[in-house]
């Protein structure tokens, strides 16, 4: 099984900031890599697949890049409503798996 | 409008039974991998299971193998996962969750569109 691990996995930041958070897997995934946000008592939402194709209505601030085994989220400019947690979630292989998540909260 | 809405959750003792449905609207089930993601309580997601492309191919989490069985109606447009031998570990909310792109055959992707979930307590 791929493990999937992110860092960090808490960040407080305000409004502005530029965040970047990364996340790791255990072998190479060749890009088969998803971002989703989840606030709380509510489903995830897909902000990106295959490492950097941003979902259709995800605002242009969150971006992604990487390859092999090392991925990261930026969201450029940090906005209310992006207060979060932030999972990443490799598609390589079953069993799919979940990184354990960024919580990114106010300073 | 494409989503999916779930039901079937509730209160079951260790050891029981629960059905899940997702019934699905916009979309056609046959046409795309669904797939089910759990979220204890306070944790992170947890990758369940999945029914993909035209033959329905389905594929499990090591933690609910050879337990759990996931299905879909195609009359109906709904998926099904069927869970047997409950344990306290399984409670959890039980989200339902469509592929992005639409295959013959299974091919992972992410998820595009997902349920509101649905709460599975195990507990006696």
């Known amino acids: 099984d791929i493990q999937m691990t992110q860092s960090p996995s808490s960040l407080s930041a305000s409004v502005g900031d530029r965040v970047t958070i990364t996340c790791r897997a255990s072998q190479g995934i060749s890009n088969s890599l998803a971002w989703y946000q989840q606030k709380p008592g509510k489903a995830p939402k897909l902000l990106l697949y295959?490492?950097?194709t941003l979902e259709s209505g995800v605002p242009s601030r969150f971006s992604g890049s990487g390859s092999g085994t090392d991925y990261t989220l930026t969201i450029s400019s940090l906005q209310p409503e992006d207060f979060a947690t932030y999972y990443c979630q490799q598609y390589y292989s079953t069993p799919l798996t979940f990184g354990p998540g960024t919580k990114v909260d106010i300073k | 409008e494409v989503q999916v809405l779930e039901s079937g959750g509730g209160l079951i003792q260790p050891g029981g039974s629960l059905r899940l449905s997702c019934a699905a609207s916009?979309?056609?089930?046959?046409?795309?991998?669904m797939n089910w993601v759990r979220q204890a309580p306070g944790k992170g997601l947890e990758w369940v299971s999945v029914i993909g492309g035209s033959g329905g191919d389905t594929y499990y989490a090591d933690s609910v193998k050879g337990r759990f069985t996931i299905s879909r109606d195609n009359s109906k447009n709904t998926v099904y996962l069927q869970m047997n031998s409950l344990r306290d570990e399984d409670t959890a909310v039980y989200y339902c969750?469509?592929?992005?792109?639409?295959?013959?055959?299974?091919?992972?992707?992410?998820?595009?569109?997902w349920g509101q979930g649905t709460m599975v307590t195990v507990s006696s």
């Open positions: 295959a490492e950097s």
């Open positions: 916009g979309f056609t089930v046959s046409t795309y991998a």
């Open positions: 969750a469509k592929d992005r792109p639409s295959n013959t055959d299974y091919v992972p992707d992410g998820f595009d569109v």
